[in-house]
């Protein structure tokens, strides 16, 4: 039997009808969960205008007003010495805060980065250099359990706690604010992450700008959904705050494994602990109400817009790299370690992360069907010399699936244009249309890198290591000015002065009073300060109160308790916190905690606790408290709000060898006082 020309055109025809069915399906699913997260996040921005709008914005004085608590910044750096420079010089000169030390993880086999960072540490005293105990490259996560064992070290030693762990990649530009932010957030949230974005480049850097266009999309609009649907924020590894009740809890359920180092991507394996624990992690995606700038404006032109900015890589080579280590960690190594454990919810939030072969093997095989329809219509039109067999025919169930994958296309490719524009541009969001297509080869060289590498590493041929992506160039700069540091004279300040700024009509002039005011103040003196400062509980500045309510962790006076009281029932969280760390500073707290359990509101009842979940040696000290003296409302108030301390105060008792049975009588754990908050 011979095969004749039109035999041939019948089988090319029937081949493509397959390929076509394969590929409309892989759409019309993709793109039904795509129309999902992009109806949410429509509805979710119409929602938080509509909710927000009776609400004050989030403005620099509220973030001021909060109470600078202590940052570790965690740096890990391989081969990374004059970026992880540049980038640590940027923080200590434009980040508006003072309470924090930078980490910077380096190898002993680095001793490039080394000399980098030794350099900057006799310059400045909050850089101290962490060298690993294992030669380079290990992975990301041996190298920042590393920095966090410097840091318990360098907390034991000096006496300090750190309550909030912040992650940072070496290539990043820290935003001013950023600090202020996680600071203001944390420890109401857990888990705080801030958008990371590529700075803005020229139009012809095709590479770089395809991360720009999907960090866009992603950022500005899936995560958020994300977060809002399921609870599940993936984290970016970098611009990410961690209070320090979730670093200790992941080491204590995980035998002091807080980061999986057996993961390329140890920020998402982290995320999905995080959320299975059931604490709470959030997005922050937030323009300060301090900008002044025209609603037209690109978010990568408003200086209060919060974000973490870095040059991703320009050219192929290093993309495909870094996409494919990024593609092993969360959908091969996730899906081998952990497989689909978990609600409809996540396992939605799975198919999304973990769909890319798929999508990127669609994709591949959409590009030969495009091209059958063009040579098919150029036969028709008789533009080439012969004709194909049309794979489409009207009014057919494929035909039909088609359009409907056709509409989703053209919705996506709106989208990319609206969140692009959103962050960058009218013009860098139509640009991102004939980019689409580079990334999508691209994303598909990096998936096809992913399934070797991983195949590898099952078969033994490579170990799992730090993948690290050469950050060739370097650090950028978004033109935010240089913090001018004010500083005030502690000493020397007369009463006289103090007093006159204590009944200033000046909120400033009042903060600048209340942070000056010396304990040793004779008997005189302090009756007029403490009658002055009474006065300002009811101050109508956020600023003023938050200041008072910070200065009263140093003031131990009895006259003060009242006003202490008097702040931790404020509206604002600020000035709550602010209080309740204060009163942590007072002597016989056993007596004013078990006053503020049974007289406060909720807010402060929860700021309370914490507070006491920040710090280990608080936990102890509050533990004892409630086994010596009979504290009942608050060993009742911590144990039943609190499962993490209602598990940590069992092992204290349990190692301290004291009778758990009252505390087990006084408190049904199953079943812990709903009331309580």
Not at 183 to 209: E, R, T
Not at 400 to 426: E, H, K, P, S
Not at 563 to 576: G, R
Not at 598 to 608: I, S
Request: with cysteine; hydrophobic share 45%.
């Amino acid at each position: 039997m011979r095969l004749n020309s039109y035999d041939f055109l019948l089988m090319l025809r029937d081949f493509f009808v397959g390929m076509t069915w394969v590929v409309a399906v892989v759409y019309f699913l993709s793109g039904t969960q795509d129309l999902i997260y992009d109806i949410g996040a429509y509805w979710l921005r119409f929602w938080r205008q509509f909710t927000y709008r009776q609400k004050p914005r989030l403005t620099l004085e509220r973030l001021r007003a909060r109470e600078q608590q202590r940052i570790a910044v965690m740096v890990p750096a391989w081969n990374e010495g004059e970026v992880v420079a540049s980038m640590v010089d940027n923080i200590i000169k434009r980040v508006e805060y003072d309470n924090y030390s930078i980490f910077v993880g380096t190898y002993p086999n680095d001793a490039a980065t080394q000399g980098c960072v030794d350099r900057l540490a006799k310059e400045y005293p909050q850089i101290i250099k962490v060298v690993t105990a294992r030669p380079g490259p290990t992975t990301k996560a041996d190298c920042l359990h590393n920095v966090l064992a410097s840091i318990r070290a360098f907390e034991e030693a000096n006496g300090v706690n750190y309550d909030i762990i912040l992650m940072h990649d070496a290539e990043d530009w820290v935003h001013p604010q950023e600090f202020l932010l996680h600071n203001y957030l944390i420890p109401q949230i857990d888990v705080v992450q801030i958008p990371i974005l590529p700075f803005p480049s020229p139009w012809y850097k095709w590479v770089h700008w395809i991360y720009a266009d999907e960090f866009s999309e992603n950022h500005m609009k899936d995560v958020p959904v994300r977060e809002k649907i399921s609870g599940f924020v993936p984290y970016a590894g970098t611009g990410t705050g961690f209070s320090r009740k979730v670093i200790e809890y992941l080491a204590d359920e995980h035998d002091g494994h807080v980061f999986n180092e057996s993961s390329m991507t140890e920020d998402y394996s982290m995320s999905k602990k995080i959320r299975e624990a059931g604490l709470r992690s959030v997005f922050v995606n937030v323009v300060l109400g301090d900008d002044d700038s025209p609603w037209w404006k690109p978010l990568c032109q408003r200086p209060m817009f919060i974000s973490n900015w870095s040059y991703f890589p320009m050219d192929w080579t290093r993309s495909v790299r870094q996409k494919s280590r990024w593609i092993i960690g969360i959908s091969l190594q996730e899906w081998e370690q952990t497989g689909w454990d978990g609600n409809w919810l996540m396992k939605e939030n799975f198919v999304k992360d973990r769909k890319v072969f798929v999508a990127a093997f669609a994709s591949f095989l959409g590009y030969f069907i495009l091209l059958y329809q063009i040579i098919y219509v150029l036969g028709y039109l008789e533009w080439v010399p012969f004709r194909l067999l049309p794979t489409l025919t009207k009014g057919d169930s494929l035909t039909n699936l088609v359009t409907f994958c056709t509409f989703f296309m053209m919705l996506r490719i709106t989208q990319r244009i609206v969140w692009v524009g959103l962050t960058y541009g009218l013009a860098a969001g139509l640009m991102a249309v004939p980019r689409l297509i580079v990334g999508n080869v691209l994303n598909g060289l990096a998936s096809l890198r992913a399934l070797k590498v991983f195949a590898d590493s099952r078969s033994g041929k490579a170990a799992v290591r730090w993948d690290n992506t050469l950050h060739l160039e370097g650090i950028g700069d978004m033109g935010a000015p240089s913090q001018r540091k004010e500083t005030i004279v502690l000493q020397g300040i007369p009463i006289d002065q103090v007093m006159a700024g204590l009944v200033s009509a000046d909120p400033k002039r009042i903060v600048n009073a209340l942070r000056v005011i010396r304990a040793e103040t004779s008997e005189r003196d302090r009756a007029e300060v403490v009658a002055c400062m009474r006065n300002l509980v009811t101050h109508k500045d956020l600023g003023v109160r938050a200041a008072l309510a910070q200065s009263l962790g140093k003031l131990l006076w009895s006259e003060l308790t009242p006003t202490l009281f008097h702040l931790l029932n404020d509206k604002e969280s600020a000035v709550i916190v602010n209080a309740a760390r204060a009163l942590f500073a007072r002597p016989r707290i056993g007596a004013l905690l078990e006053h503020a359990f049974t007289a406060c509101n909720f807010r402060a009842v929860e700021a309370l606790i914490r507070v006491i979940e920040q710090d280990r040696r608080r936990q102890r000290n509050v533990f004892e408290l409630i086994g010596r003296e009979q504290l009942l409302v608050t060993r009742m108030r911590v144990l039943g709000v609190s499962p993490i301390l209602r598990k940590r105060y069992l092992k204290f008792i349990d190692a301290s060898n004291i009778d758990a049975r009252s505390t087990q009588a006084t408190l049904n754990f199953d079943n812990p006082m709903p009331e309580t908050i």
